[in-house]
């Protein structure tokens, strides 16, 4: 060999090969992953003479029908062999590959020799979403958008967080959106995750854990005013009736109500189990509503319930005389 090699994928496997031509008229190509000879052409048995190639072949799709070629220059002119003009030139059919060629002298203009393969990447995921919050045993739907740089299928692997089988779920397309369900069985906070990746076997890294509470208690919930068995005038206590509560003019009523797992979300007032009003807030667990409607001395269904973040609730009632 006098000018090197060209490298291409001429038989279509995902490796680069070698194609070169030297001074014994034989063009060669090797598989580039071990070395094996693809296959030789004797140029000068063809060309009936002494044929040199002294410079790389270009690999290009020559005649646009899918597959790569091979062009080479060597030998002399017969009408004057002293003035060392190439002979002849050969295009041949290099193999099933499609790729990328090498297209001149050195691969490109700036003779750089540099050969840039693109290399298959990982699908990626976008942000997971769903919901913060659930109670055990109840089935909960999450999604991811999926997409794959050289748009190839996308598998999924989701990892519970709970010691449950991870398995490669799919194909989806690439751009879809993924929908997946879980049920967690037993309360607790858990952070999953999912891992992606395309037809070709390339993996994406973990995504960022998504949090979600499982919460199967419902919230503790407890009157502080009015007291059961208590006269209250203007939402003061004066003395217990035992037997009743009975609540002259306004009063604010409250409760007490907390949940250790989720947290409480909203506690609900009823007068004889119409909703009258809601507190989302609270201050230190305590929920208020104030009570300002006029009585007419007889007994009303006073309720309260609360609910957590996971739709976990609990009720209480009491009668309440209600004058003025």
């Known amino acids: 060999m006098f000018r090197g090699a060209a490298l291409s994928d001429i ?11 030297s001074e014994d008229g034989i063009l060669r190509a090797l598989k580039g992953s071990n070395g094996q000879v693809l296959w ?9 003479m002494v044929f040199e190639m002294d410079h790389a072949p270009v690999i290009a799709d020559l005649n646009n029908d899918g597959r790569l070629d091979v062009f080479v220059i060597g030998g002399y002119g017969i009408s004057d062999p002293w003035t060392n003009n190439h002979g002849r030139a050969y295009a041949l059919t290099a193999g099933n590959g499609s790729g990328p060629g090498w297209p001149m002298f050195r691969h490109d203009c700036r003779h750089s020799a540099c ?17 913060l919050y659930g109670r055990p045993g109840v089935n909960y739907t999450f999604c991811i ?6 748009g190839q299928n996308v598998w999924c692997s989701w990892d ?45 890294e973990w995504s ?27 939402g003061k206590p004066v003395f217990p009736l035992f037997f009743t509560t009975v609540v002259i003019g306004s009063i604010t009523v409250e409760v007490y109500a907390v949940d250790n797992g989720s947290g409480v979300s909203e506690v609900e007032f009823s007068l004889d189990d119409v909703v009258i009003a809601k507190d989302y807030t ?30 976990n609730s609990v009720s209480r009632e009491m009668r309440v005389w209600k004058i003025l």
Request: net charge negative; with cysteine.
């Open 282 to 311: 609270g201050q230190n667990n305590t929920y208020t509503w104030y009570w300002f409607e006029r009585g007419f001395c007889f007994p009303r269904l006073l309720g309260a319930k609360a609910y957590d973040l996971a739709g």
């Open 115 to 131: 050969y840039t393969i693109a290399v298959n990447q990982p699908p990626a995921g976008g942000n997971i979403s769903g919901p």
């Open 160 to 204: 519970w967080g709970d010691g449950s089988n991870i398995e490669w779920l799919g194909p989806y397309g690439s751009g879809a959106e993924i929908c997946v369900t879980h049920a967690w069985s037993n309360e607790g906070v858990y952070y999953f995750r999912v891992k992606l990746k395309d037809d070709s076997g390339a993996e994406s």
């Open 208 to 234: 960022e854990a998504f949090k979600i509470i499982i919460d199967g208690t419902a919230p503790v919930l407890e009157f502080i005013k009015p007291k059961q068995g208590f006269l209250y005038i203007w």
């Open 40 to 48: 030789t052409c004797d140029l000068e048995a063809h060309y009936g």
């Open 145 to 150: 958008t999926v997409t794959d740089p050289e």
């Open 11 to 21: 038989d279509g496997e995902g490796t680069l090969d070698v194609v070169f031509g």
